[in-house]
């Protein structure tokens, strides 16, 4: 692929970003006062609460994703950046608004994005009986797959969305190899690759463009490896259209690098201590390891 044609599929990839595939604030919408059923936070006989979503519901999730998908050599974890991104837009739909006002629904909400971002972006797939075994039955495959055809309809069938790491890929190949080369090379992708992981995990990123994600996290790389951003910045904030040195773009930056720090447990272990704390805590769905810590009860601590 030569520079110019990289440079078109940047641009591409900008436009979708800025468009069909931006995400808004979500949590923090005005709701509709007549489309709420739920008057107070309840539990069913099952200990599924009815509060609301928030962050850190979100966050227990993600990491979920990352564990089951981890847990498969043949799937990377850009699949749960396309997950994410799914369950993102879909509540901030009108489709979405019970997924928003119950934890429950969440979850459901969550696994079926799971579902359908391996379904489409990997070769070998996850079952939806595999997923109900995952919950210990508290959603079926009929759930699941209800869910599935509600979040579908909702995103218009929009289900290629550019993500940070497709980004920072393109932005990569336009660097030219006078700059950054060999094992380098490599070796700085690795470490921005990351900082996107890390984006993932977090709601205050659900706003920020993949693009500026990627970009960020690619001078974040730069400067830890000691290497001058200045000409290679250049060269990517001008293909992607980015405003180099803005208080938004340094202020992601700067954001990112603190949050490398705070999760670098990522790396080498899907959730750290904290997390798995959380986790079996928080949760009704377990990990794919099947040990007897098993998660019980959804997200009811936050």
């Known amino acids: 692929m030569d520079h110019e044609e990289t440079l078109m599929i940047i641009s591409a990839m900008r436009r979708q970003e800025e468009t069909e595939y931006f995400c808004r ?24 609460s009815s509060a609301p979503c928030d962050a850190t519901c979100r966050q227990i999730m993600f990491y979920w994703m990352v564990r089951v998908v981890d847990f498969f050599p043949s799937m990377t974890r850009e699949t749960v950046a396309y997950a994410m991104s799914y369950l993102d837009r879909f509540l901030q739909s009108k489709a979405g608004a019970d997924a928003r006002r119950k934890r429950s629904v969440f979850q459901l909400a969550a696994i079926s994005c799971l579902y359908m971002a391996v379904k489409i972006h990997e070769s070998s797939a ?10 210990q039955a508290e959603y079926t495959v009929k759930d699941v797959e209800g869910m599935e055809l509600t979040i579908l309809a909702a995103l218009g069938w929009r289900m290629s969305t550019p993500t940070a790491l ?19 090379r490599e070796e700085v992708f690795q470490i921005a690759k990351y900082q996107t992981e890390v984006a993932l995990s977090d709601y205050k990123y659900v706003t920020v463009n993949g693009s500026t994600v990627a970009y960020c996290a ?7 490896f000691q290497i001058d951003s200045i000409q290679i910045g250049w060269f990517v904030s001008e293909a992607a259209q980015i405003v180099r040195d803005s208080i938004y773009t340094i202020h992601i930056q700067q954001s990112l690098a603190r949050d490398h720090v705070n999760h670098a447990t990522l790396k080498g272990s899907p959730v750290s201590a904290g997390y798995e704390h959380a986790i079996r805590s928080s949760m009704k769905v377990r990990a794919p390891s099947g040990h007897n810590s098993s998660p019980r009860t959804v997200c009811n601590t936050a």
Request: glycine share 4%; hydrophobic share 45%.
């Open 166 to 184: 497709a980004f920072l890929r393109q932005f990569m190949a336009i660097i030219p190899k006078v700059f950054l080369n060999g094992d380098l």
């Open 218 to 224: 690619l001078l974040n790389a730069l400067d830890m």
């Open 25 to 48: 604030d979500y949590l923090n919408m005005v709701e509709d006062p007549a489309d709420d059923d739920t008057d107070e936070i309840r539990s069913d006989a099952n200990g599924n």
């Open 126 to 135: 996850v079952s939806p009986q595999f997923l109900e075994k995952l919950s």
